[in-house]
């Protein structure tokens, strides 16, 4: 794509944001089924497979984000997510779809998760994950304007592609601290045509998330927590977060993700199924001076017994006792 304008009646300032912009998000989510989260504390399933039967009752999961207010095309993301673990406490199922709208580019990810958990002593758990599905591109050209209209990709006016996807995961966790590793696609390179490539260049991606709780007292738990994105060819994307929840129904917290944005987050658990968060990012590079921030909303809704804000109890399995424990798990 020309380095020249995206929408008519843009400023030449704004343009160069624009495509700053644009190169960056294409970056980032080459190969990924995750645009920049600021709450993936709460989305590990989405970009970990693993993950999907390590909770202990089924969740569904709706997430909106706004990115850069008042940059015309930026992207403007939708995500449903369900989490299923099945009732021997092995197996876990899981379904996510992403939209992400950036410009005239389209992406939709679909795609079912598998994961089987193995148990350590002292309540340590291992789990393994598996998924699959595909990524939906489609480019409408009539949606912008450009400096060289005679460019051959810019004649076909509307690029769709389909791209199967396989990714895996690994996600070891105790009561109060989870490390995990991920790659959500493995079938990278050559997969888009000629023109698509031109638009979005497939690379594998890896993600590395961890964190941990402490009590500290009755009523007060504190998490930091990471997550790295490592794409081949493209810097080191690092987030750090930290969060606190009092009564098992208020959270709030901070998070800075490297280079790029500082941002507060907020959570409320509505009822005993149904939690609500949000976040806004603040841009601290050279975007920060062209737009409102960022805006993203999730809500959560588990099924069956209420367990708290992303809480979760688990169940010693060992010489058959079968007791139930409380958990400091938020996560």
Known sequence: MSTGKMFAGVTTKARYVILAGIFLMSMSAAAQREPFYTQYM?????????????????????????????????????????????????????????????????????????????????????????????????????????????????????????????????????????????????????????AAAQVVEDQMQFNLIGGYVFQLNDNLKFKPAFLVNYIQGAPVNGNISTSFLLNDVFTLGAAYRFDNAVSGLAGFQISSNIFLGYAYDYNVNGLGGYNSGSHEAIIKFFLGKGVGSGEKKDKKSKKGQGKQIDSPRFF
């Open 42 to 194: 709460y989305n590990i399933g989405s970009f970990n497979p693993a993950y999907v039967g390590t909770v202990e009752t089924p969740d569904i999961n709706l997430l909106y984000r706004s990115q850069w207010i008042d940059i015309p095309g930026a992207p403007r993301t939708i995500r449903f997510g369900m989490n299923y673990p099945l009732a021997n406490e092995k197996h876990g199922l899981g379904f996510n779809a992403v939209n992400e709208q950036l410009g005239p580019t389209t992406q939709t990810f679909v795609d079912i998760s598998y994961s089987f958990k193995i148990e350590f002593e002292n309540d340590v758990f291992l789990s393994f994950g598996l998924d699959a599905g595909g990524s939906f591109l489609n480019v409408d050209f009539s949606k912008g304007t450009f400096e060289n209209p005679g460019e051959p990709i810019l004649g076909e006016e509307t690029i769709n592609e389909f791209t199967p996807t396989v990714g895996a995961g690994l996600f070891l966790y105790q009561t109060n601290w989870y490390v995990g590793l991920s790659v959500p696609n493995f079938l990278t390179d050559g997969l888009y045509s000629d």
